[in-house]
């Protein structure tokens, strides 16, 4: 056969895998298969440029990577049949109506026919008629061409319309049979049974899911015209995402003449020694080459039904141990050369001699190897990730490549064992080997004897041991050991511990054989793995003394004792006369063998009969012959599909009874196990298939099957006319429908269906797409499209079915949203309009789990698009706090906001477009000087747009992917700012809004964009009205514009091209960027966040992220700014543009929170920069320097003048100013950034000084900074000493110029000066340099250098500063930096400061430093007055010449000039001023003591400022929310503390009071958001409130919202985040919605409803609500419904009433506490009654539960004791209280509890150990008594109710 295909298709037998005798796996390279589907033809050969046993390797079955350019395809061989075209429409029988009077119309129809047809046969002509459903089919004769296969042709790439149907790449004709090349999927439902039980086991919506797509398959099928085939696990594939596969191709369809040849060939099933071993080639599998022994296993006939044969035949020695155990391996699915699923045998021996040191095969070999000390400490659970388990694998892939490391290439090894070769790492023995593996042996040391001979020079061949001759020798001396009396004995306990009952179970726990395979309960779908086939102990092997021979055994000669024979000899002696008893043999003793059991046999015989009875329920049975029937070859056809597809979903629920069958078990055989099974436990048949299985197979009342000849039709049986049901024989399409409910399939079930259709369907698209022969452009752009329309389908199918697929439906679509989040185009789009959905399903801890790797992946994109910018703004991160929480939220993200303000997430606006190179496509040319170049995913042509619709229809409705928002403005009401329930009705507001497709979002990428609604947005959150809570959607807001725009060339263009189109016009300011939105989006959130959050999480990232702008040589270049977008600086860098955003952001939050911020915040992070940088200057500590300093001069206008007084001298000079000089002049300090940094610390600290002294006046500027200028240029002294520079240009200032000795990159590649053709003067362009400014050749590694992630801690690699011994170099470093330029940047502002007559005085070196600005201006040239009002020419239009030696400049693309202007020089002024004018400034001297300078160059690095630039005064619109008092004094106490201090420290520090309510506050539920919180009382209200920091502790708040329809006292409260409702319980429930007020429903306390006395909500992502009647019973509520669902009784005796509930985290249990002190624990699934018991002497108080396996309770009898749900017996007490704790929470693994006496206590854990801690409430902090208790982890505040209506916040 595999001729037959390498002959066909030109692939190398190499490259084939026989699978089965007509099915071959082959590995071919994409472009041969591309060249295949094209042309549908093969090409000439198949490149074989890789080694056999990468071959092998990359067909092992296990394998599921395939590398590129390799694809693996299934290939089958098909005998040719003919092929009936049908010509009529698919008749009746396959649809059935969907409405119910429709289906009962249909159902009395088939019916009626049904009835007569059966009269008619009996009572007519005796002929069945042809019933109106099959007519057409009344003409055929051939029962094969009836129901036989489907037309392959059909099912071509690109031509089938059936996702379920595996496509076709091609077909080809040979001989007499068909060779068909499919798409090759890896898995059938068998490997999720045998490996991936979990699937299956922990949901039942997934086999309901694939019994559903089967019954679509056959229904598929059936309209063909064509038979499924006989179902079994087997031939069923499917995929990792569950979704079923079935191919076209039946090499084997049963046809009745094929089953009468077949059962004629048969014998009888009576007869149990008749096996279909083939003892031949076991006989073969001994003494076989070695080169054929991978073979002929694979090929190993044998089957799982002649298990039962194998076992009594090895137990009887008919066979050897080595056959036995690898028809094991064979029928345990284990594949010969495949790495993960290699046959095993068992080590049998050490090696240390011929015949000694035999194993120990009692237990596994990775125990003997590792210990029971290790095993033990893998069994035990050290965290939720860990799963407990002693073995990890029998026989691993590394251990596997060991094993045959001689026989392998060393890419190979590489490759799976390590990556660097080292051969001493290889066992260099077999003994070594034995000792080093913890893993089993493999058959090859039993029979091959080249695995012992290396093939690598530098690898020695496996040393032997020593009491062998050679290999041979070994190999054969060892498998006689394998099957020696000794091993033979113990085998049947390694069979337990491999493929037995000891894989399970207690046994397994008990020998620490603990598989990981099989307790890990994974869901992904595997091939390979550990499978258990015995599930009772195997019975060992018989002893050869005992076992059976041919011959009778003789009798031994020392049967009678000698003693016996002389009193015979006597005899003779004895007289006549006397009698005497003679003793014979018969009296004497029987000496038997040492150790005989008479009952050993019959022991054996009983073992062996047990095992298998209840192991493989084998009966052999009789059956009597009935009457012949004959059906119509249709029907018989249908009936037996629906049989073989009731027996398949029986397997599927029944595993673990039906493992050990095979796929060569015939219907017949599965039928009758199947009722076999049935009669001996009906119990074990699940619930959900018990109709199906009594109405399809009758299992409750089974027919005798007979043998094919007898009962003479395909079907099992026949069924009846009318069934029990009243309906008529089954079909797919009765089973499917609606209102038959033989399968209990949910009812989103046909929506889930066609969904995943539509997903295929665009699948098959895009691999249409990928085989076509097209441009590469154009090919992504369409699998792009295309993908992204995926997003838009599920999007749909969770908007329409939201709230009816619950978590196993979640479970069913999780994996195409995965597919989804991890592709690079489609990621955005998903989770924009894909992860709210989910996440309300799942709930926040299964959200966090599943979609925090996927979201923060995102985040760190290495790319960015304009698409990013939706996933920055506040909508999207609505959306992450409340579907991930809080903690996860700011602990992940917060980070990543905050690196995105920095720039170095934006996106480049030049890389949207195409390269020259594809603007060349003819036809692409028209109106090229109007239009933009096309965007990449843009670009098709004419052509290929025509080819894309015909191809690619677009589907209605479907939207880009840059406008794929919520359908809905959302704009944030004043309240949204003032702090109210924030998250909640953002996310509850967006999903009402979803409905309403008038409105337009502000999200869309223009609203994002759009600088006005962007300044709109802002100004409404920093509005304040505390007394709204409404939403307000814009009425008059734009309706959404266009999402595709057609161009000239009627290219369909997306909003990402008119995105690109807009901002190309803008300039560069206008350009909105990632930073932009990320910067909007910190400022609300710290709004939101509050005082310490922000603190924590935004404003210490924001200083730290400040450091990194100023990281690295790049974030130093000069720049110039045109357009005035940053403050004004001495030097502008490139690091201040990344800065300015992080700076804004800054200024914003100390604008929010006050002065305090940047006094016990923003100074000491720069003092503790400044300090870092002294102890050790790295180029961290450097960049930190300038950092520092950046802030400083930022923080001055935001200081008061007397909070700048007070820390001028001690903290600003001393600490910052001071040591910052002494550091960049320090001569003995080597900077890593060389001269360049130390220049840019210079100018940044002239920046500091001249804001001080702006603000200061002359008089306290010459008090307070005198000592600082005279220190700063003091250092001038250390380059130039005393000696005076003459006027010329000195040589000094030509090596400054030409950058001599310049490390850091001041040399000429700042090309920044020319001489403008025109007006001969020197002209300044934008001081860049040339040679750094490529900053895109790494920009993955300049984001991950500037990335917080990777910044967290100092780094190490950098070298500390030393002592350099080359002072000379360091001296040309301080000359490089203490030049002209700095003297002049310095000098003049100065001046402006101090006045001329001051410097004159205190400055020492003033003579040399107005030198040094002399020498500086007549540098730059002299300059006439009338060329002042010259213009100046493009710097296009000017030939630059050289100055002084400089060389020639290279300017940059898009420079401009600026005009210069000669100074008009005025005296008798105390100040400068600056006039900028084109590209010179001019300082005016307006004093009669400043000296008159000549030409000044005019640039940025010479500072003005106007000094009201200098001051901001803060809004009065945030002054209420300024920390003062008590709120400063708790924020600076969270500010100090570590993250490692968990203890929760409570201060008693009151914060805010709520007043509103009148009487007891009786409950409080805290939002996760933190920022509000509901509150019950007994004065019939609940109250919504919101919680922001505002006064000084003393404020009192007023509630948002207040829901007043209660008529009695309110006792309890709970809030679900899944559906945003409340419930509140005044014996009556209530639901509402705490946004509106506006209530869903009441549930009076009448009729039905019985009174509640306690409530609590079941865990996320649940919609119910557990309710306690006043007699003791459990009623579930559900909110989604506002209807009771079921209820559960909670007690078998008079307990009293419920007084508190509770429902574990996990969903598992519900702990009560009645009012007598008794306790129960409910099995939440089932309701079973797990326990009662005495828990307390009091009556219960409280119940709460902590985790999974714990929880608390408290009474009256003054004790609080922790339970464990899995041992009730010794309850673990908490001591301290004295007083009923009447109300407790939990802070991390704290308790936190509050007592009537107004005591709150803190127990640090919860165990006996725990150390506890009282704090008596003060009457001047809380008044009244407590009554309830809630905390806000995150903030560590608490919230506590008081019976006079008032409720406190404290810390």
Not at 656 to 679: K, N
Request: glycine fraction near 4%.
């Amino acid at each position: 056969m595999a001729n037959d295909i390498s002959e066909a298709f030109g692939i190398p037998t190499k490259f084939l895998k026989p699978v089965s005798a007509t099915k071959f796996l082959g590995l071919v390279k994409e472009q041969w298969l591309l060249w295949l589907v094209e042309k549908g033809r093969c090409p000439e050969e198949l490149d074989t440029d890789i080694s056999d046993s990468e071959i092998e390797g990359l067909l092992a079955l296990s394998n599921t990577q395939t590398p590129q350019p390799w694809v693996r395809i299934f290939i089958k061989i098909k005998e040719q049949s003919y092929n009936l075209q049908m010509l009529m429409k698919p008749p009746d029988f396959y649809t059935v109506p969907h409405t119910l009077h429709g289906h009962l119309d249909n159902i009395s129809q088939r019916v009626y026919q049904d009835m007569w047809n059966t009269v008619y046969s009996r009572y007519g002509e005796g002929k069945l008629p042809t019933m109106p459903h099959l007519q057409g089919l009344q003409n055929m004769s051939s029962q094969e061409c009836v129901m036989g296969g489907l037309d392959v042709s059909g099912f071509l790439l690109g031509e089938s319309s059936i996702p379920s149907i595996i496509p076709v790449y091609a077909v080809k004709k040979s001989g007499d049979c068909v060779i068909v090349i499919e798409k090759y999927i890896s898995h059938t439902i068998h490997s999720i049974l045998a490996y991936s039980p979990a699937i299956v086991n922990q949901s039942i919506a997934k086999p309901l899911f694939l019994l559903y797509q089967l019954l679509k398959v056959m229904l598929t099928f059936h309209r063909q015209r064509a038979r499924i085939g006989d179902l079994s696990i087997h031939n069923v594939l499917v995929d990792s995402n569950l979704w079923i596969y079935k191919s076209a191709v039946l090499t084997k369809v049963p046809t009745l003449e094929s089953q009468l040849k077949l059962d004629e060939s048969c014998t009888n099933m009576e007869t149990v020694t008749n096996s279909r071993i083939d003892m031949t080639l076991l006989e073969k599998i001994e003494n076989m080459e070695p080169l054929q022994f991978q073979h002929y296993y694979n090929q190993l006939s044998v089957e799982l039904g002649d298990l039962p044969i194998l076992v009594d035949m090895w137990v009887n020695r008919k066979i050897s141990n080595f056959k036995y155990l690898l028809i094991l391996n064979h029928l345990a699915g284990r594949r010969m050369g495949d790495p993960n699923h290699h046959p095993v045998l068992p080590w049998v021996m050490d090696f240390s001699g011929s015949d000694t040191g035999l194993r120990d095969l009692t237990v596994s070999k990775f125990r003997l190897n590792k210990g029971d000390h290790q095993l033990d400490l893998t069994f035990q659970t050290f965290s939720s990730d860990h799963i407990p388990h002693h073995v990890p694998d029998v026989l691993s892939d590394i251990t596997y490549y060991v094993y045959k490391a001689r026989q392998t290439p060393k890419s190979t090894l590489c490759r799976y064992v390590r990556s660097k070769w080292v051969p001493n790492e290889y066992p260099h023995s077999m003994q070594r080997m034995q000792e080093w593996t913890p893993d089993e042996c493999i058959p090859e040391f039993f029979t091959e004897v080249s695995i012992f001979t290396s093939i690598h020079e530098d690898l020695p061949d496996l040393e032997l041991p020593c009491w062998c001759r050679s290999a041979e020798d070994f190999v054969m001396r060892h498998r006689e050991v394998l099957e020696s009396d000794s091993v033979s004995e113990d085998l049947h306990h390694w069979i337990d511990l491999t493929f037995g009952f000891k894989l399970s179970g207690s046994a397994a726990v008990q020998s620490k054989n603990v598989n990981l395979r099989l307790v890990d309960n994974h869901t992904t779908v595997l091939n390979h793995g550990v499978v258990q086939l015995f599930q009772e102990p195997h019975p060992h092997r018989i002893p050869p003394a005992t076992s059976m021979k041919p011959t009778a055994p003789r009798l031994p000669k020392n049967m009678f004792v000698h003693h016996s024979l002389p009193e015979l000899q006597e005899e003779s002696h004895v007289d006549k006369g006397q009698s005497r008893v003679i003793k014979g043999p018969e009296n004497d003793r029987i000496t038997l063998p040492k150790m005989y059991d008479p009952l050993a046999d019959l022991n054996q015989l009983e073992a062996s009969y047990v095992f298998s009875s209840r192991t493989f329920k084998q009966m052999p049975k009789k059956r009597d012959p009935q009457v012949r029937l004959i059906l119509d070859p249709v029907t018989d056809s249908v009936w037996r599909d629906m049989q073989s597809f009731a027996c398949l979903a029986c397997e599927i629920f029944l595993k673990d009874q039906t493992s050990f069958q095979d796929s060569s078990w015939s219907l017949e055989d599965r039928f009758s196990y199947l009722c076999q099974v049935y009669r001996e436990n009906p119990n074990e048949i699940p619930r959900c298939i018990a109709s199906l299985l009594e109405e399809v197979l009758y299992l409750h009342n089974p027919q005798p099957v007979d043998d094919i000849a007898t009962r003479g039709h395909l079907s099992l049986f026949k069924y009846p006319t009318v069934s029990s049901r009243g309906l008529p024989p089954p079909t797919p399409a009765q089973i499917l429908h609606p209102f038959v409910d033989l399968l209990p399939f949910p009812g989103y079930f046909p929506q889930l269906y066609e969904c995943i259709c539509n997903l295929r369907h665009k699948d098959q698209e895009i691999d249409q797409i990928r085989w076509r022969k097209i441009n590469t452009l154009e090919k992504d752009k369409l699998i792009k499209v295309i993908s992204r329309e995926k997003v838009t389908i599920l999007q749909h199918f969770l908007e329409e079915n939201q709230g009816c697929y619950g978590e196993e439906g979640i479970e069913l679509v999780l994996p195409y949203v995965r597919e989804l989040f991890t592709r690079e185009d489609t990621a955005v789009q998903a989770a924009w309009s894909l992860f709210n959905l989910i996440g309300q399903e799942l709930g926040q801890k299964e959200t966090a789990r599943i979609f925090l790797p996927y979201l923060v992946r995102i985040f760190n994109v290495e790319q960015s698009t304009p698409k990013h910018m939706k996933i920055y703004h506040r909508l999207f991160l609505v959306q992450l706090l409340v579907r991930l929480g809080l903690n996860v939220f700011i602990h992940n993200f917060s980070s990543l906001l905050v690196e995105a303000s920095a720039g170095y997430r934006d996106y480049v606006l030049e890389d949207l477009y195409v390269d020259s190179v594809f603007t060349n496509i003819p036809g692409s040319q028209k109106d090229s000087t109007t239009e933009l170049p096309p965007l990449k995913e843009e670009c098709v042509s004419d052509e290929e747009s025509q080819s894309y619709e015909d191809t690619l229809p677009v589907m209605e409705g479907s939207e880009d992917e840059l406008a794929e928002d919520f359908p809905c403005i959302l704009e944030d009401s004043p309240q949204a700012e003032a702090g109210s329930i924030d998250d909640e009705e953002d996310i509850a507001r967006l999903s009402d809004a979803s409905q309403d497709e008038d409105r337009t979002s502000i999200h869309s990428l223009a609203g994002l964009i759009d600088p006005a609604q962007r300044e709109e947005a802002v100004s409404d959150l920093e509005e304040e009205d505390s007394q709204s809570l409404q939403f307000q959607d814009d009425a008059e807001s734009p309706k959404r514009s266009s999402q595709t725009v057609t161009g000239s060339k009627g290219m369909v263009r997306s909003e990402t091209d008119e995105f690109a189109r807009t901002m190309s016009e803008k300039s560069e300011s206008e350009v909105i960027n990632i930073k932009d939105v990320a910067t909007e989006s910190i400022k609300w959130l710290s709004r939101r966040l509050g005082c310490v959050l922000t603190a924590k999480f935004l404003s210490r990232n924001l200083i730290r992220m400040l450091t990194l702008c100023y990281l690295g040589d790049e974030q130093l270049i000069t720049i110039t700014d045109s357009e005035k977008r940053f403050n004004k600086t001495s030097r502008l860098v490139f690091g201040d543009r990344n800065a300015h955003k992080v700076l804004e952001c800054l200024s914003e939050i100390s604008q929010l929170y006050g002065e305090q911020v940047v006094l016990l915040q923003y100074i000491p992070s720069t003092v503790d920069m400044v300090a870092l940088a002294k102890k050790r200057l790295t180029q961290k500590g450097e960049a930190g320097l300038i950092s520092a300093l950046v802030l400083m001069r930022n923080l001055l206008p935001l200081l008061s003048d007397s909070s700048l007084m007070d820390t001028l001298q001690e903290t600003i000079i001393k600490e910052v100013l001071g040591p910052t000089i002494k550091l960049v002049s320090s001569p003995s300090h080597h900077f890593p950034g060389g001269s360049s940094i130390r220049t840019v610390i210079c100018h940044k600290l002239v920046d500091v000084v001249y804001v001080i002294g702006l603000r200061l006046g002359f008089e306290q500027t010459r008090n307070q900074l005198t000592g600082v200028v005279n220190e700063f240029f003091a250092s001038f002294n250390q380059v130039y000493g005393q000696q005076l520079i003459k006027s010329e240009s000195s040589k000094s200032l030509t090596d400054y110029k030409q950058g001599r000795g310049n490390r850091g990159g001041s040399s000429d590649d700042y090309c920044n000066i020319k001489i403008d053709s025109s007006t001969q003067e020197y002209m300044i362009g934008t001081p860049v340099s040339v040679t750094s400014l490529d900053l895109s050749h790494n920009s993955w590694t300049l984001r991950k250098s500037h990335s917080l992630a990777f910044n967290m801690t100092d780094d190490k690699e950098d070298s500390p500063e030393s002592t350099v011994k080359d002072t000379e170099k360091l001296k040309q470093e301080l000359a490089d930096v203490f030049n002209p330029e700095l003297a002049m940047a310095s000098y003049i502002p100065f001046l402006r400061i101090f006045g001329n007559t001051h410097m004159e005085q205190f400055l020492p070196n003033e003579d040399l430093i107005r030198q040094l600005c002399s020498q500086y201006d007549m540098s730059v040239g002299q300059t006439s007055p009338d060329s002042a009002s010259e213009p100046t020419s493009p710097i296009g239009n000017q030939q630059p010449t050289s100055l002084r030696g400089i060389s020639q400049p290279t300017f940059l693309k898009g420079e401009t000039t600026e005009e210069y202007i000669p100074p008009q020089s005025s005296q008798h002024s105390l100040q400068f001023s600056a006039e900028v004018t084109g590209n010179k400034i001019e300082v005016i001297n307006t004093h009669t003591d400043m000296i008159r300078f000549g030409p000044i160059h005019r640039s940025s690095r010479i500072l003005t400022l106007d000094p009201d630039e200098t001051k901001c005064e803060y809004k009065d619109r945030h002054k209420q929310r300024h920390l003062k008092g008590n709120w400063l004094a708790y924020w600076e106490h969270e500010l100090g503390l570590s993250e490692r201090d968990s203890l929760f420290n409570f201060k008693q520090i009151r914060l805010q009071s709520f007043e509103g309510h009148t009487s007891s506050i009786r409950a409080l539920v805290a939002l996760n958001n933190e920022n509000s919180f509901i509150s019950a009382s007994k004065d019939k209200t609940v109250k919504l409130w919101s919680i922001k920091s505002f006064g000084d502790g003393n404020g009192k708040c007023k509630c948002q919202e207040t829901y007043k329809e209660h008529k009695k006292s309110i006792f309890s409260i709970v809030y679900l985040d899944s559906v945003q409702l409340v419930a509140s319980c005044d014996s009556t429930v209530h639901i509402w919605d705490p946004f509106t007020s506006e209530i869903v429903r009441q549930l009076d306390s009448n009729g039905s409803n019985q009174p509640i006395t306690a409530m609590t909500a079941l865990p996320s992502p649940s919609t119910m609500v557990i309710t306690a009647t006043n007699e003791s019973m459990l009623r579930y509520l559900d909110l989604r419904s506002a209807e009771y669902a079921h209820e559960f009784k909670t007690s078998t005796t008079s307990a009293g009433l419920i007084r508190s509930l509770t429902c574990s985290p996990d969903n598992s249990w519900i702990a009560i506490g009645f009012s007598s002190g008794l306790m129960s624990l409910l099995d939440q699934r089932t309701g079973y009654l797990i326990a009662t018991w005495k828990g307390h002497e009091g009556e219960i108080l409280q119940v709460k539960a902590f985790d999974r396996t714990t929880f608390v309770s408290t009474s009256f009898d003054n004790t609080m004791k922790i339970w464990n749900s899995e041992d009730l017996k010794d309850a673990c007490i908490l001591k301290g209280h004295t007083e009923p704790a009447h109300c407790f929470t939990f802070y991390r693994d704290q308790v936190i509890s509050a007592t009537t006496g107004n005591k709150i206590g803190v127990h640090s854990s919860l165990d006996s150990q725990a150390s506890f801690t009282s704090t008596k409430l003060r009457s001047d902090t809380f008044k009244g008594v407590l009554t309830s208790l809630a905390v806000l982890p995150q903030n560590r505040t608490l919230l506590l109710g008081a019976d006079n209506g008032s409720i406190k916040l404290l810390c």
